[in-house]
């Protein structure tokens, strides 16, 4: 199986933008799609981004979600920060076996 | 709609094995495509995935706890049990079940309000 890294954490000030990387340790980044989640303290994860970069209804444009090849790692970016996006986001993958693999996650704070 | 909410002890003994249900409305475990996982998170730290279970009844386990883990569902009560035994301390988490497939397949896209376990002597 493999393993998908993030920054323990990112802090950013409100108006900026912002990535969080997910790299993953073997295989290519490619070959199956990454999702983000969004975690509020005390609440439940729910989805920013899916199959790499689409948004789900409801979601702000100011998300947006791509792979890079080269440094086989996805990202979220949000632009626009607001300090309502201060949150814990983890992106979640799988394997050809249909093994889910969640990221440690990374603590946002918009500052 | 959908909706998953998780029931089950609040607080399990060390050795004792835990039984949780995931009950759920708005989307039938027939359908094709349609998969329930379970997936955790010990307090303060990350989510980790614990299984899957598909509506053909195909299963999916963590690697690192398969040995402890099962899955099954009832359809007919639209309900997703999950048993790990031998528990420990370090089990202690909330556990969450969501619905896979309508959005994407391989997003979990509605999840429970999670439950709060315990496990202590």
């Known amino acids: 199986n493999f393993m998908l890294t993030q920054p323990h954490s990112v802090s950013e000030s409100p108006g900026k933008t912002v990535t969080i990387s997910c790299t993953r340790s073997s295989g290519s980044i490619a070959s199956n799609y990454v999702q983000w989640y969004q975690q509020r303290p005390g609440s439940a994860p729910t989805t920013v981004i899916y199959?790499?970069?689409?948004?789900p209804s409801g979601v702000p444009d100011r998300f947006s979600g791509s792979i890079d090849s080269s440094s086989n790692s996805a990202s979220l970016t949000i632009s626009g920060l607001k300090t309502e996006d201060e949150a814990d986001y983890y992106c979640q993958s799988y394997d050809s076996s249909n093994q889910v693999v969640f990221g440690g996650g990374t603590k946002l704070t918009v500052l | 709609q959908i909706t998953l909410k998780e029931s089950g002890p609040t607080l399990v003994k060390p050795t004792q094995t835990l039984t949780l249900t995931c009950t759920f409305s708005?989307?039938?475990?027939?359908?094709?495509?349609?998969?329930v996982g379970w997936i955790r998170q010990p307090p303060g730290k990350a989510l980790e995935w614990l299984a899957l279970?598909?509506?053909?009844?195909?299963?999916r386990y963590s690697p690192s706890l398969k040995s402890r883990l099962t899955i099954t569902k009832d359809t007919s009560k639209n309900q997703v049990v999950l048993t790990m035994t031998n528990m420990d301390p370090v089990d202690t988490a909330t556990y969450y079940c969501?619905?896979?497939?309508?959005?994407?397949?391989?997003?979990?896209?509605?999840w429970g309000q999670g439950t709060l376990v315990t496990v202590s002597s």
């Open positions: 708005g989307f039938s475990l027939s359908t094709s495509g349609v998969g």
């Open positions: 279970i598909y509506w053909n009844d195909d299963k």
């Open positions: 199959e790499d970069n689409q948004r």
């Open positions: 969501a619905h896979m497939g309508v959005v994407a397949a391989t997003l979990f896209d509605y």
